[in-house]
């Protein structure tokens, strides 16, 4: 059974930090897991994301 994400409808997708590998669901443990991720794609550039984010929060941070 496919896990779902969100509403239920749509696939979620998960990053293995460990491997760089994208897995529908969670096949893989907590420890080595990004997501959910609406999309294979998305799941794919997780890290990209997460740095971005950083990137903002610290730009947030030193504003303060």
Do not use: C, Q
Request: proline share 5%; aromatic share 10%.
């Amino acid at each position: 059974m496919t896990e779902r994400h969100g509403t239920g409808e749509e696939p979620a997708f998960y990053y293995d930090v460990s491997t760089g590998e994208v897995h529908e669901g969670k096949t893989i443990g907590w420890e080595n897991r990004m997501g959910p991720y609406p999309t294979r794609d998305a799941a794919a550039h997780a890290l990209e994301l997460a740095r971005a984010r950083t990137r903002a929060w610290d730009k947030e941070d030193a504003a303060d």
